[in-house]
């Protein structure tokens, strides 16, 4: 069975960086795209970027500039960073397993909150 | 604004029959798989359907899938208060390069 378990700040100013980490437990990290999705307070859900095990990524165009995603083989970890950040960026992030289209597996999700 | 259309809410009453649509293109669900995920307040989404009809382990018969074109369905039978929760349709946009969602529907069983 695999786990997800995901940390970052949860308080952000506006033009600070977010930074959120996903650990991944069970399961084999090579099978998956890992994903950042986003859902803001009473909107749907939004997908942000995703990496597999060897780096080869897609972004959503509209944050691909401010966007980055990473992995680190050693630890199960994928990270995400969004620059600039804005009142808009406010939203509960999760991170999921993505295969075949589907996102079988989830982490708890975090509300980061950028205000000044 | 998402890619994917879904109306924003339907309702019906205990034990009965209630189905959700999503309407797309031929980019995402028109050439891809679609799924859809149940997301209750203050918990992950969870995998309803994936790969357009087929269940997870553990999901009940109550809920199943369809796709035809550019559209697909979630069906819901035998309603319980429990199903009570928001529904989002997913798929993979060959255009976007990501994958993409509808706007999400919420279920009220009266």
């Known amino acids: 069975q695999v786990q997800l378990q995901q940390w970052g700040a949860g308080l952000l100013k506006p033009s600070e960086t977010l930074s959120l980490t996903c650990v991944v437990y069970?399961?084999?990290?090579?099978?998956?795209?890992w994903s950042w999705i986003r859902q803001p307070p009473g909107k749907g859900l939004e997908w942000i970027a995703e990496?597999?095990?060897?780096?080869?990524?897609n972004y959503n165009p509209s944050l691909k500039s401010r966007a980055t995603i990473s992995v680190d083989t050693s630890k199960n970890q994928f990270s995400l960073k969004l620059t600039s950040v804005t009142a808009a960026d406010t939203a509960v992030y999760y991170c999921?397993?993505?295969?075949?289209?589907?996102?079988?597996?989830w982490g708890q999700g975090n509300l980061v909150t950028v205000s000044s | 604004q998402s890619v994917l259309t879904q109306p924003p809410s339907v309702s019906a009453a205990p034990g009965q029959k209630v189905t959700i649509s999503c309407s797309g293109s031929?980019?995402?669900?028109?050439?891809?798989?679609v799924c859809w995920y149940q997301h209750l307040p203050g918990t992950a989404p969870k995998l309803l359907i994936y790969?357009?009809?087929k269940r997870p382990s553990g999901i009940p018969d109550r809920f199943s899938g369809s796709k035809s074109g550019s559209s697909a369905t979630l069906g819901i039978t035998g309603l319980q208060t429990g199903d009570e929760a928001d529904y989002y349709c997913?798929?993979?946009?060959?255009?976007?390069?990501?994958?993409?969602f509808g706007g999400g529907t919420k279920l009220t069983v009266l």
């Open positions: 999921a397993s993505h295969v075949v289209t589907r996102l079988d597996y």
């Open positions: 069970g399961g084999s990290f090579s099978d998956y795209y």
């Open positions: 990496i597999n095990h060897s780096g080869s990524t």
């Open positions: 031929s980019s995402n669900i028109g050439n891809n798989y």
């Open positions: 790969e357009n009809n």
């Open positions: 997913g798929s993979w946009d060959d255009s976007l390069g990501i994958g993409v």
